[in-house]
């Protein structure tokens, strides 16, 4: 199992910046990738940043160029960098660990962005 634990969300104005961080604890080890999901209020939850173990990235359109995943090995943490924010980024973000294709979920940090 993984355990994980989100923060750095809160409230920002539209085009300010926010950094989330995901601190893994656990089976780390077995972790093939993080990703980065978000859900707002009425849809689905979507897929925002991926960081895989040989440190290849992929972003969803929308935020290419604005948003930055990374990670720090030595603290077992990873981290989205989020430029530019705009109100439609405004979402609960979610951390996801995948051992074997399968994701282990974090709690979730509440972004909200004001126009």
């Known amino acids: 199992q993984v355990q994980l634990v989100e923060s750095g969300g809160g409230l920002v104005q539209a085009g300010g910046s926010l950094r989330l961080s995901c601190a893994a604890s656990g089976s780390i080890s077995s972790i093939n990738a993080m990703s980065w999901y978000r859900q707002a209020p009425g849809k689905q939850r979507d897929i925002v940043a991926t960081?895989?173990?040989?440190?290849?990235?992929n972003y969803k359109d929308s935020v290419k160029g604005r948003f930055t995943i990374s990670r720090d090995n030595a603290k077992n943490t990873v981290y989205l960098q989020m430029n530019g924010l705009k109100p439609e980024d405004t979402a609960v973000y979610y951390c996801?660990?995948?051992?074997?294709?399968?994701?282990?979920w974090g709690q979730g940090t509440q972004v909200t962005v004001s126009s």
């Open positions: 960081i895989t173990s040989s440190g290849s990235t």
């Open positions: 996801v660990a995948f051992r074997r294709g399968i994701g282990n």
